[in-house]
Protein backbone atom coordinates (compact mmCIF):
# COMPACT_ATOMS: atom_id res chain seq x y z
CA UNK A 1 0.00 0.00 0.00
CA UNK A 2 0.65 3.22 -0.98
CA UNK A 3 0.17 6.32 1.41
CA UNK A 4 0.94 10.07 1.61
CA UNK A 5 1.45 12.76 4.26
CA UNK A 6 0.82 16.29 4.45
CA UNK A 7 1.30 17.20 8.15
CA UNK A 8 -0.08 21.51 8.04
CA UNK A 9 -3.33 21.74 6.67
CA UNK A 10 -2.44 25.53 6.14
CA UNK A 11 1.25 27.34 5.87
CA UNK A 12 1.37 31.12 6.32
CA UNK A 13 4.07 32.73 4.81
CA UNK A 14 4.44 36.76 4.27
CA UNK A 15 5.60 37.70 0.29
CA UNK A 16 9.23 37.48 -0.54
CA UNK A 17 9.91 35.36 1.89
CA UNK A 18 10.85 31.32 1.25
CA UNK A 19 8.09 28.83 1.70
CA UNK A 20 8.07 25.07 2.53
CA UNK A 21 5.34 22.74 2.18
CA UNK A 22 5.80 19.83 3.36
CA UNK A 23 5.14 16.16 2.17
CA UNK A 24 6.65 12.35 2.93
CA UNK A 25 5.43 8.97 1.90
CA UNK A 26 5.47 5.81 2.36
CA UNK A 27 5.43 2.82 -0.84
CA UNK A 28 6.84 -0.26 -0.83
CA UNK A 29 9.27 0.18 -4.08
CA UNK A 30 10.57 2.73 -5.03
CA UNK A 31 8.35 6.23 -5.95
CA UNK A 32 7.36 8.49 -8.56
CA UNK A 33 6.78 11.35 -6.59
CA UNK A 34 4.57 14.66 -7.84
CA UNK A 35 3.16 18.37 -6.92
CA UNK A 36 0.12 19.63 -7.82
CA UNK A 37 -1.71 22.74 -7.45
CA UNK A 38 -5.47 23.55 -7.00
CA UNK A 39 -6.80 27.08 -7.39
CA UNK A 40 -10.81 28.02 -6.60
CA UNK A 41 -12.87 25.96 -8.89
CA UNK A 42 -10.19 24.12 -10.78
CA UNK A 43 -8.74 21.42 -11.25
CA UNK A 44 -5.37 20.26 -10.23
CA UNK A 45 -2.45 21.86 -12.04
CA UNK A 46 0.79 19.93 -12.39
CA UNK A 47 4.04 21.69 -10.59
CA UNK A 48 6.92 18.90 -10.82
CA UNK A 49 7.91 15.09 -10.42
CA UNK A 50 10.40 13.10 -9.21
CA UNK A 51 11.36 9.61 -11.55
CA UNK A 52 14.98 9.55 -10.54
CA UNK A 53 17.80 11.27 -10.93
CA UNK A 54 18.78 14.41 -8.82
CA UNK A 55 17.01 14.51 -6.02
CA UNK A 56 16.44 18.40 -6.39
CA UNK A 57 13.76 18.98 -8.82
CA UNK A 58 13.11 22.39 -10.59
CA UNK A 59 9.27 23.23 -11.96
CA UNK A 60 7.02 25.55 -12.95
CA UNK A 61 6.63 29.12 -11.59
CA UNK A 62 9.67 28.90 -9.56
CA UNK A 63 9.20 25.86 -7.50
CA UNK A 64 10.93 23.25 -6.27
CA UNK A 65 11.30 20.09 -4.48
CA UNK A 66 14.17 17.81 -2.58
CA UNK A 67 13.65 13.98 -2.70
CA UNK A 68 14.79 12.63 0.35
CA UNK A 69 15.26 8.92 0.06
CA UNK A 70 16.36 8.28 3.85
CA UNK A 71 13.42 10.59 5.15
CA UNK A 72 10.91 9.26 2.71
CA UNK A 73 9.93 13.16 2.37
CA UNK A 74 9.79 15.53 -1.04
CA UNK A 75 9.39 19.26 0.37
CA UNK A 76 7.99 21.24 -1.76
CA UNK A 77 10.45 24.70 -1.53
CA UNK A 78 10.35 27.93 -3.27
CA UNK A 79 13.18 30.97 -2.60
CA UNK A 80 10.64 33.76 -2.44
CA UNK A 81 6.68 33.26 -2.57
CA UNK A 82 4.31 35.67 -4.23
CA UNK A 83 0.23 36.64 -3.16
CA UNK A 84 -0.59 34.86 -6.21
CA UNK A 85 0.84 31.56 -4.86
CA UNK A 86 -1.78 31.62 -2.78
CA UNK A 87 -3.57 28.20 -3.17
CA UNK A 88 -3.90 24.18 -2.34
CA UNK A 89 -1.14 22.36 -2.72
CA UNK A 90 -1.23 17.93 -3.09
CA UNK A 91 1.87 15.82 -2.68
CA UNK A 92 1.24 12.23 -4.74
CA UNK A 93 2.81 9.24 -5.13
CA UNK A 94 2.71 6.02 -7.26
CA UNK A 95 4.61 3.02 -6.54
CA UNK A 96 7.17 2.33 -9.81
CA UNK A 97 6.45 -1.34 -9.37
CA UNK A 98 2.57 -1.09 -9.54
CA UNK A 99 1.22 -0.98 -12.92
CA UNK A 100 -0.99 1.89 -13.89
CA UNK A 101 -1.49 5.33 -13.28
CA UNK A 102 -3.05 5.26 -9.41
CA UNK A 103 -1.94 8.51 -7.78
CA UNK A 104 -2.44 8.39 -3.95
CA UNK A 105 -2.67 11.84 -2.77
CA UNK A 106 -2.01 13.59 0.65
CA UNK A 107 -4.64 15.47 1.93
CA UNK A 108 -3.38 18.69 0.99
CA UNK A 109 -1.78 21.97 2.30
CA UNK A 110 -3.27 25.57 2.12
CA UNK A 111 -0.83 28.40 1.34
CA UNK A 112 -1.78 31.15 2.96
CA UNK A 113 1.19 34.23 1.39
CA UNK A 114 0.04 37.87 2.88
CA UNK A 115 1.24 40.84 1.18
CA UNK B 1 -3.25 21.64 -27.05
CA UNK B 2 -6.40 21.58 -25.93
CA UNK B 3 -6.66 20.49 -22.22
CA UNK B 4 -8.39 17.87 -20.53
CA UNK B 5 -12.20 18.40 -20.81
CA UNK B 6 -15.33 17.02 -18.56
CA UNK B 7 -18.80 17.49 -19.39
CA UNK B 8 -20.69 18.82 -17.48
CA UNK B 9 -19.25 21.10 -15.25
CA UNK B 10 -22.26 21.18 -12.77
CA UNK B 11 -24.94 18.37 -12.08
CA UNK B 12 -27.79 18.74 -9.58
CA UNK B 13 -29.28 15.16 -9.09
CA UNK B 14 -31.88 13.60 -6.42
CA UNK B 15 -31.17 10.53 -4.65
CA UNK B 16 -31.63 7.65 -6.17
CA UNK B 17 -30.80 8.31 -9.64
CA UNK B 18 -28.24 7.96 -12.02
CA UNK B 19 -25.67 10.09 -13.36
CA UNK B 20 -22.73 9.59 -16.44
CA UNK B 21 -19.75 12.33 -16.74
CA UNK B 22 -17.64 12.47 -19.71
CA UNK B 23 -13.83 12.71 -19.61
CA UNK B 24 -11.76 13.76 -23.18
CA UNK B 25 -8.62 13.38 -22.72
CA UNK B 26 -5.91 15.59 -24.32
CA UNK B 27 -5.24 14.51 -28.05
CA UNK B 28 -2.53 11.16 -28.02
CA UNK B 29 -3.44 10.09 -24.29
CA UNK B 30 -4.24 6.96 -24.12
CA UNK B 31 -4.94 6.50 -19.97
CA UNK B 32 -7.47 8.01 -18.29
CA UNK B 33 -7.69 7.72 -14.62
CA UNK B 34 -10.52 9.38 -11.89
CA UNK B 35 -10.66 11.01 -8.79
CA UNK B 36 -13.45 11.83 -6.43
CA UNK B 37 -12.65 15.05 -4.22
CA UNK B 38 -14.63 15.57 -1.24
CA UNK B 39 -13.81 17.60 1.82
CA UNK B 40 -14.25 15.21 4.46
CA UNK B 41 -11.98 12.43 2.47
CA UNK B 42 -9.95 14.48 0.22
CA UNK B 43 -8.64 13.02 -3.62
CA UNK B 44 -9.62 9.39 -4.18
CA UNK B 45 -8.88 7.35 -6.95
CA UNK B 46 -11.47 5.78 -8.53
CA UNK B 47 -10.45 3.70 -11.44
CA UNK B 48 -7.94 3.76 -14.49
CA UNK B 49 -8.65 2.79 -17.96
CA UNK B 50 -5.51 2.43 -20.90
CA UNK B 51 -6.57 1.24 -23.66
CA UNK B 52 -10.57 0.48 -23.23
CA UNK B 53 -9.02 -1.65 -20.50
CA UNK B 54 -9.73 -1.18 -16.99
CA UNK B 55 -6.05 -1.02 -15.32
CA UNK B 56 -7.03 0.07 -11.65
CA UNK B 57 -9.90 0.23 -9.30
CA UNK B 58 -10.14 2.18 -5.70
CA UNK B 59 -12.03 1.34 -3.17
CA UNK B 60 -15.09 2.22 -4.04
CA UNK B 61 -18.74 0.35 -4.02
CA UNK B 62 -20.06 -1.33 -7.76
CA UNK B 63 -22.07 1.52 -8.22
CA UNK B 64 -19.44 3.49 -9.38
CA UNK B 65 -18.35 2.45 -12.94
CA UNK B 66 -16.57 3.44 -16.02
CA UNK B 67 -15.40 2.90 -19.58
CA UNK B 68 -13.37 4.24 -22.31
CA UNK B 69 -14.36 4.48 -25.82
CA UNK B 70 -11.59 3.80 -28.73
CA UNK B 71 -10.91 7.14 -29.09
CA UNK B 72 -9.84 7.38 -25.69
CA UNK B 73 -12.76 9.28 -24.51
CA UNK B 74 -13.95 8.23 -20.60
CA UNK B 75 -17.18 7.93 -19.17
CA UNK B 76 -18.45 7.32 -15.87
CA UNK B 77 -21.81 6.03 -14.26
CA UNK B 78 -22.97 6.36 -10.84
CA UNK B 79 -26.13 4.61 -10.07
CA UNK B 80 -28.88 4.90 -7.10
CA UNK B 81 -27.00 7.75 -6.44
CA UNK B 82 -26.72 8.62 -2.08
CA UNK B 83 -26.18 12.36 -0.71
CA UNK B 84 -22.57 11.65 0.38
CA UNK B 85 -21.67 10.99 -3.78
CA UNK B 86 -21.38 15.08 -4.16
CA UNK B 87 -18.50 15.80 -4.76
CA UNK B 88 -15.81 17.52 -7.78
CA UNK B 89 -15.35 14.35 -9.63
CA UNK B 90 -11.46 15.27 -11.36
CA UNK B 91 -10.97 13.26 -14.84
CA UNK B 92 -7.02 12.85 -15.44
CA UNK B 93 -4.98 11.77 -18.79
CA UNK B 94 -1.32 10.98 -19.32
CA UNK B 95 0.59 9.57 -22.81
CA UNK B 96 1.12 6.18 -21.03
CA UNK B 97 1.33 4.91 -17.41
CA UNK B 98 4.24 5.40 -15.54
CA UNK B 99 6.84 8.21 -15.29
CA UNK B 100 4.54 10.55 -17.07
CA UNK B 101 2.14 13.14 -15.26
CA UNK B 102 -1.10 13.13 -15.38
CA UNK B 103 -2.68 16.29 -16.38
CA UNK B 104 -6.41 17.10 -14.79
CA UNK B 105 -9.67 18.19 -16.30
CA UNK B 106 -11.76 21.22 -14.37
CA UNK B 107 -13.42 18.62 -12.85
CA UNK B 108 -17.17 17.95 -12.54
CA UNK B 109 -19.54 19.40 -9.24
CA UNK B 110 -21.89 17.03 -8.70
CA UNK B 111 -24.69 17.41 -6.20
CA UNK B 112 -27.19 15.09 -5.18
CA UNK B 113 -30.54 16.40 -2.89
Known amino acids: AQSVAQPEDQVNVAEGNPLTVKCTYS??????LFWYVQYPNRGLQFLLK??????LVKGSYGFEAEFNKSQTSFHLKKPSALVSDSALYFC?????????????FGGGTRLMVKP | KAGVTQTPRYLIKTRGQQVTLSCSPI?????VSWYQQTPGQGLQFLFE???????NKGNFPGRFSGRQFSNSRSEMNVSTLELGDSALYLC????????????FGPGTRLTVL
Open chain 1, 50 to 55: YITGDN
Open chain 2, 49 to 55: YFSETQR
Open chain 1, 92 to 104: AVRDYNNAGNMLT
Open chain 2, 92 to 103: ASSLVQGRNEQF
Open chain 2, 27 to 31: SGHRS
Open chain 1, 27 to 32: VSGNPY
